[in-house]
């Protein structure tokens, strides 16, 4: 049996855990202080091309969602998300944990945010009977695997500068998004146009580690303080730094979204040569056939993978996730299967 | 230069790191119920032969802490701890930050809270204008190196269970306590004296990880739920599992902490031996000696450790703080330097 | 100009007033121990033949919600609400300030909530990467001034009790709920059905005050430590108690919303003879008749009330609110402009 | 039997009452966007000369302490406070609850904070692994019913300004504070010296209201929002409005607090002359004569009051309040029953 229910069911990238190994003695200082990274942050920023962010490193999305938002905002301030946005449906309520509202906008299939949508909401809210919309959640790729282009990011960020909301990226999948044939975004754009965004590190090939740039000067200030308060300053740091040296040393933090991704077109390559359409165009590393149900039945006998939606009364949608370490063996034996029932 | 600064300065115990290798491209379920995660929680109540406890992988002390007392407590009700407890100085108000007060009684030089200081806390707080103290924060060791005998925790868990209050003992360093020539507690023991502990791992020879044990039936419903809203479990959960099942599979858990705690006492007793005084008595791997501050400055040319308090115009407490990692020739030259500045 | 705007626009019913001054100078012990707040909950047990639910006296309705639910949900659990539930919109993000999520379930016109509405929410919350449903809020009337029959809140009530969920019921304007004629419930039906509620005496004649009972004993414990912590328990509490001692100790109680729905309802049948429809049947003191907007622009020089929902390109719905203290000749007034207007 | 006990034993001063009649059936804006509670504001700043600053009224003083330090500090800040303030003691922990620490000071008899305090506390807060200090409270009377002085308030404001840290008042008693003959500060000198203050209400002569003034620009932004978040935002805000109105039209709050001090200074004089000291100096409505056990089981026969503090065997310290409403004719039975007892 394989699975392709995500993209966190194996371990790192072998080159990191090789460097865990070779640094596993050196004294460092603790709490992030260490050499490592330090390291990893200057480079970051030099893959941004941009001197002037804060980077930290944090263990998750969900801790990485919550602490930033709760770093940023005032009580009565809320953020916006996507009704299928990670903050409103899978953080078992970390954000309101912290005191903040989640307002959730009804969004396409896609689960993009939009203008009209963001609109919207400030319209609904006008006083202060109700929360006040300070901070607008997307995700790229979103949670259904849409890549924001860039002429889509800007019209949002214009937006949201121009009505004092901050904007912020939740990058769990980044790479991911960067490496998408139908993206035109580089990590370089981001610090131009959103406040602060996470790299994502756990869902690419690390063991843990999310990286978060604050970009907005006004959201820096004293944001170690909520990481040690929130139980998210790791005593030996070294962990996430030496990962994130790892994987932007050189190219491997693309190269294994690449990787992923490759392995997620093949895949609709061949299902869509199989005659089958998808929910959502497939353009990264997760995609969502619909499959009639004989076909899901026969290929769960041999792999893992999530029920996403029925579609009719013979036809699921389900969805498929590839990662940094999808054997292609593994994605050929599927296509195989998939193949020989679709000829019966 | 040698860092006898901390416990964390290192990465982890090499055969923690060969594991993670050796399991690094096995596929696993997310989020802690990998197949490690749940053997190490079974294999942890073997080894405290306890079957009816829930055991929970986190990744550090603060987040352990914050996470089980706000589970366990309503909003009204309140933690008491010494003052020099932990969750009342070094974790940023992680505990308030999820809306309960601690309740900080004086405590001495050891750090040990006795049940005459909670029940004067009891006593200052007879209703509702005040909160309501229900949870008793200790620690084995203190942050001042101090070691629980059985009886005081016999006496605190007794007093506790006939005050309907939670007894709640952080472990961060519970190897080095328990490995502690004066300790006379076994692991077995803890979870009939008290509600929850944690073993730590972090200061003990892992990367990263913390296990939580829940002993009390009322305090375990859901608690899930809370780590995930608290930004703490893991999407790969085998990181903890792993190493709490390789400190535990055979006894390279106490094995580690007992050579911290040898490399201390080699510590104390030449310093003993040099005619030097404690701020408290050396019995785990934190030790304080009071050294002229001539002999503290030659020291400080070759050995990383911390101020720890002025005694009077010529001297002053040092902290010294061996680990699983602490190199015997580095406690060697540290005695060295110390002698040959004795001798002049 | 005379004002339909809501129910809080006067002071308090002059009888209110009157005790207030009678018993201005008798000293009473402070928060909430005075005789009239212990005689006020006895009397409130009487009527509602039930002596053992805990009563509580609070000063409005979002301070009433937001404590209620902060004392019986644990920091995982969420309230489910109509999406135009007051604690969903109107209250500032109240609840989520003290940490939990409300779950908002689309409701028709009226405001309701349906067994299969939560069913559909349980649905989608199956595990712990989300908030977990555990209290179910209803307000009667609604936001939407409709009103629950007894063999729906019955519904409502056995589905809770089967699926371990608390009902609670919002009763800022419960008096013209329980007055309505299309209602059939008693007062002392609610505390078999729910397991805490609010008897609101804000909208109902009071200066200010609710009074929240408890009826699952589950709920009751400390509840007046979380009102101290919350900044709600009134040094001089006589202010509360007093006043719904005045408002029970005979009908006024029922009387002031007697006579708000009768004001309603001589509105309502002049506006339908005018051959008007409404939004929702008019069936309490808040009535929403649609009406054309040059009839609408007419009203508005004579009368303040507030615009709803645009119907069409003509007509709006518009929200009119009689109270306990609406004088009869500002509703003849307003029948005679409307009756002048639609001659034309 | 009469009471000392505290200041809040009675309802309103009659001129409240009267004016809450006579203004009962104008119909006004809700949520304290009425005239009166708009009047009362500018009232009060004329009272400060002092025309920027925001004035918000609100219940009691522990939502107003609630509101406004949650209003006031970003997550990881704390309050200073004496050991003793209302905040640390006496609020069922409200202050965590929003999730801050208290960082409590060791203070003397009087309960006032200095500025060494203050120093010794930032000291002892040196970096992200504890909470960053960044609220001072104070409050005047203090609970021991201290009174600061001018050059007093102007240390501590000096060294909070040169630290960035905000200095706030808590004016629950501010009217004796002002009326006391050792006080040498004006109302108006207050919005120069600290940055936010509560003139209370509830201790002198009001049913409820505390008007807080927030003075510094940049925590004025948005607070209203913060009041109905917190349940603190009343339908009918006149009913605080009228209450202000009343009290500062004229001359009423300072005369009613120097009432207040005079009964307490006539208790004080007769229980010098009869040979008794004090705990602390009686220089406001609240004193702490040191009587022998004998003398107070006699006067608790006819009055109540609060024991303080045992003193040795046979004396101990109790507390006798008096307020805008304590009667002439009880200090003078009071003091004839001392002097009958200090007689044999």
Same mark, same amino acid.
Request: hydrophobic residues 40%; charged residues 20%.
């Given at each position: 049996m394989y699975s392709f229910k995500n993209d966190y069911s194996e371990g790192a990238h072998p080159q990191i855990l090789n460097t865990l190994v070779d640094t596993n003695l050196v004294q460092e200082e603790?709490?992030?202080?260490?050499?490592?990274?330090?390291?990893?942050?200057?480079?970051?920023?030099?893959?941004?091309?941009?001197?002037?962010?804060?980077?930290?490193?944090l263990t998750g999305g969900t801790q990485?969602?919550?602490i930033a938002i709760a770093a940023f905002l005032r009580p009565h301030e809320a953020a916006i998300a996507a009704h299928t946005g990670h903050i409103n449906v899978h953080e078992t309520g970390a954000i309101e944990a912290t005191g903040h509202k989640v307002l959730a906008v009804s969004s396409g299939k896609d689960g993009k945010l939009t203008v009209a949508g963001i609109q919207a909401m400030l319209d609904a809210h006008p006083d202060e009977h109700m929360v006040k919309p300070k901070l607008v959640y997307i995700s790229d790729t979103t949670e259904n695997g849409a890549v924001y282009t860039k002429s889509e990011l800007e019209a949002l960020s214009s937006f949201c500068k121009?009505?004092?909301?901050?904007?912020?990226?939740?990058?769990?999948? &980044?790479?991911?998004?960067?490496?998408?044939?139908v993206n035109d975004l580089e990590l370089s754009d981001l610090p131009k146009l959103v406040d602060a965004f996470y790299i994502g590190g756990t869902k690419n090939g690390a063991l843990l580690g999310e990286a978060l740039v604050i970009c907005n000067d006004a959201l820096k200030e004293d944001f170690r303080y909520l990481m040690k308060q929130k139980g998210a300053m790791l005593a030996?740091?070294?962990?996430?730094?030496?990962?994130? &040296?790892?994987?932007?040393r050189d190219d491997l933090y693309s190269d294994l979204a690449a990787h992923a991704n490759a392995m997620a077109f093949k895949l609709s390559k061949a299902i869509q040569d199989a005659g089958y359409a998808f929910l959502t165009p497939p353009v990264s590393n997760q995609i969502f056939p619909i499959l009639p149900h004989d076909?899901?039945?026969?290929?769960?006998?041999?792999?893992?993978?999530?029920?996403?939606?029925?579609?009719?009364?013979?036809?699921?949608?389900?969805r498929l996730v590839t990662s940094w370490a999808t054997k292609e063996e593994a994605v050929d034996a599927f296509i195989e299967t998939l193949k020989a029932k679709a000829v019966n």
């Amino acid at each position: 049996m394989y699975s392709f229910k995500n993209d966190y069911s194996e371990g790192a990238h072998p080159q990191i855990l090789n460097t865990l190994v070779d640094t596993n003695l050196v004294q460092e200082e603790g709490y992030g202080e260490d050499r490592y990274s330090l390291e990893a942050a200057e480079l970051l920023k030099k893959k941004m091309a941009c001197s002037d962010v804060a980077v930290h490193f944090l263990t998750g999305g969900t801790q990485t969602n919550m602490i930033a938002i709760a770093a940023f905002l005032r009580p009565h301030e809320a953020a916006i998300a996507a009704h299928t946005g990670h903050i409103n449906v899978h953080e078992t309520g970390a954000i309101e944990a912290t005191g903040h509202k989640v307002l959730a906008v009804s969004s396409g299939k896609d689960g993009k945010l939009t203008v009209a949508g963001i609109q919207a909401m400030l319209d609904a809210h006008p006083d202060e009977h109700m929360v006040k919309p300070k901070l607008v959640y997307i995700s790229d790729t979103t949670e259904n695997g849409a890549v924001y282009t860039k002429s889509e990011l800007e019209a949002l960020s214009s937006f949201c500068k121009s009505h004092q909301l901050y904007l912020y990226l939740d990058g769990a999948r &980044l790479g991911s998004a960067l490496s998408s044939p139908v993206n035109d975004l580089e990590l370089s754009d981001l610090p131009k146009l959103v406040d602060a965004f996470y790299i994502g590190g756990t869902k690419n090939g690390a063991l843990l580690g999310e990286a978060l740039v604050i970009c907005n000067d006004a959201l820096k200030e004293d944001f170690r303080y909520l990481m040690k308060q929130k139980g998210a300053m790791l005593a030996k740091g070294r962990l996430t730094g030496i990962q994130f &040296l790892v994987l932007f040393r050189d190219d491997l933090y693309s190269d294994l979204a690449a990787h992923a991704n490759a392995m997620a077109f093949k895949l609709s390559k061949a299902i869509q040569d199989a005659g089958y359409a998808f929910l959502t165009p497939p353009v990264s590393n997760q995609i969502f056939p619909i499959l009639p149900h004989d076909v899901i039945e026969q290929l769960r006998r041999q792999f893992y993978f999530y029920d996403w939606e029925q579609i009719d009364a013979d036809h699921s949608a389900v969805r498929l996730v590839t990662s940094w370490a999808t054997k292609e063996e593994a994605v050929d034996a599927f296509i195989e299967t998939l193949k020989a029932k679709a000829v019966n």
